[in-house]
Nanobody, 124 residues
Framework: QVQLVESGGGLVQAGGSLMLSCATSGRTFSGAHMGWSRQAPGKEREFVAAIRWPTGTTSYADSVKGRFTLSRDNAKNTVYLQMNSLKPEDTAVYYC?????????????????WGQGTQVTVSS
């Protein structure tokens, strides 16, 4: 069974940093564009960041641009979301994503693969 397994969430003060990781099987990772979305309480899920296979080209939501960095380690079948200068409004459940279509990742198409999510809480 194909799975995306997120880790690294937690509680941090505003201005702090966290790094989220998403590990998956080699079959899923190879050839797949990867990304992250988030859902805050009472709000819809929103796109956060995506990274292309194999170029590593990235795309970010305006709300996180300059603060978050997405990278991938192809040898470890893992993507990393480094989150700096965190704000209370970054509080959300963060979901790892995978898809053969980069466009589908950006628009959070229902057909993409989703992880189970990891909670990030930023206190003021």
């Amino acid at each position: 069974q194909v799975q995306l397994v997120e880790s690294g969430g937690g509680l941090v003060q505003a201005g702090g940093s966290l790094m989220l990781s998403c590990a998956t099987s080699g079959r899923t990772f190879s050839g797949a564009h990867m990304g992250w979305s988030r859902q805050a309480p009472g709000k819809e899920r929103e796109f956060v960041a995506a990274i292309r296979w194999p170029t590593g080209t990235t795309s970010y939501a305006d709300s996180v641009k300059g603060r978050f960095t997405l990278s991938r380690d192809n040898a470890k079948n893992t993507v990393y979301l480094q989150m700096n200068s965190l704000k209370p409004e970054d509080t959300a459940v963060y979901y790892c994503l995978a898809s053969a279509s980069f466009g589908d990742l950006i628009k959070l198409d229902p057909t993409i693969l989703w992880g189970q999510g990891t909670q990030v809480t930023v206190s003021s």
